[in-house]
Each structure stands twice: as structure tokens, then as C-alpha cells.
């Protein structure tokens, strides 16, 4: 996968995109994923809902596409740069999201999802380049000794843990799929998903 989103996610009330860091007694200690790099915490109030968590609506019921996927079939089309942003027309934003997935469905999936959709690519694009995760991707695939298998498999797994395991037992986020309405208004760059994740039948490759 081109994109690693396991640990980003849409706030609401919170413009922009942000890494989640860790639990906090009070809510979630985000950094945002901008130049800043500013660190902050995201009230437990506030719904933050992971990426990776997101899927986008097809028209069989029993299938939708996983985010992470749609990033993979747009980098493929477009490269890094998309061709579309929030404020591109509604002719130019319903082409984009056709031509990566045909099949998307136009009932569930609204305008303002495939501009919430646009402005993510933008972001992780920008600040998670392709090269890059393809790179690690190919590192963690290269074949080793007999020896330093073991040993290599072991440091990946206890870092992986490091950097992602939360404190506690606070639970990060809530998943989404685009093609819901908004509970509530925000910022124009603040992406927010509040349907249910719907999971898909699709097996994953």
C-alpha cells in the first residue's frame, strides 16, 4: 500500500489531519500532520476517526472500497499531486472520484465527501510521500539470512509496538465511512466521517 494511515486521523472541530500519539485522560494527544508538527490534545468530546478505518460506498451493498486502496488507485492515475481540490467544481470533483472508482455510489457518497476525500489525498500526500512508504514497504520485504531473520523480525514488531500501542485502555477513535452526512459543521480542511464503518466482503490482497 502506497500510504501507511494506521495512525492518522480526521478530528472534528479540528481542521486539517492529525497523527495520533497517544491516550491522555482527557482525550488524545495528536500531533498535526503540517509543517508545524504541532502537538496537542484533542478533547474526548471531539469525534476522531482513523483513515484507515474509512471505506468509500460502491453500489453492490455488500462492498465498499477501504481508503487506503482509493489512495493506492489515485496515485496510480494521478501521482502525487491530485488533480482536484475542495473548491474544484461538483463536474470535476464527481469525475475524479469516477475515475478511480467507477462504481462509487452516487446516493450514499455526497459532494462534500468527495471533497473531504480531496483534501486528505492533498495532505498525506504531501506530508506521507509515496516513495517513501514504497521504500520501507520493499525494506521490510528483502530477503535475509537464516540468522538475521529472526532478529530483524523481532526489532520491526517491538518498534512497530513502540510507536503505535496506546497507553491505557482508552479507546482512539471511531470509524467512519464516506458517503455520510456531517453531524455538525466544521472547518472548511477538517474532514470528518460519522457513518459506521461498513466492512467489506472484498479479500484483501
Known amino acids: 500500500m502506497p500510504y501507511e494511515l494506521q495512525e492518522l486521523a480526521a ?33 474526548a468530546r471531539n469525534k476522531v476517526s482513523l483513515l484507515s478505518e474509512i471505506s468509500i460506498y460502491t453500489q453492490d451493498p455488500e462492498e465498499t472500497v477501504p481508503l487506503t486502496e482509493v489512495f493506492e488507485r489515485i496515485y496510480q492515475k494521478h501521482g502525487a499531486a491530485s488533480p482536484v481540490t475542495a473548491k474544484s467544481s461538483e463536474d470535476e470533483l464527481t469525475g475524479f472520484l469516477a475515475g478511480v472508482i467507477p462504481d462509487y455510489d452516487r446516493d450514499r457518497v455526497y459532494l462534500s465527501d468527495i471533497k473531504k476525500l480531496a483534501s486528505w489525498y492533498g495532505i498525506v500526500s504531501k506530508h506521507r510521500p509515496y516513495q517513501e512508504a514504497a521504500a520501507a514497504e520493499a525494506t521490510e520485504e528483502a530477503p535475509a539470512t537464516t540468522e538475521e531473520a529472526p532478529k530483524a523480525k523481532a526489532k520491526s514488531a517491538k518498534a512497530s509496538k513502540a510507536d503505535t500501542e496506546p497507553s491505557a485502555d482508552e479507546p482512539l477513535s471511531t470509524g467512519g465511512v464516506i458517503g455520510a452526512a456531517d453531524e455538525a459543521p ?15 466482503r472484498k479479500k484483501a490482497e
Open 11 to 43: 478530528i472534528s472541530g479540528m481542521p486539517g489531519l492529525y497523527r495520533l500519539v497517544r491516550a491522555a485522560r482527557h482525550g488524545v494527544l495528536v500531533e498535526s500532520l503540517d509543517e508545524k508538527a504541532t502537538r496537542t490534545l484533542a478533547p
Open 186 to 200: 466544521t472547518a472548511e480542511g477538517n474532514p470528518e466521517a460519522t457513518a459506521p464503518a461498513k466492512k467489506s
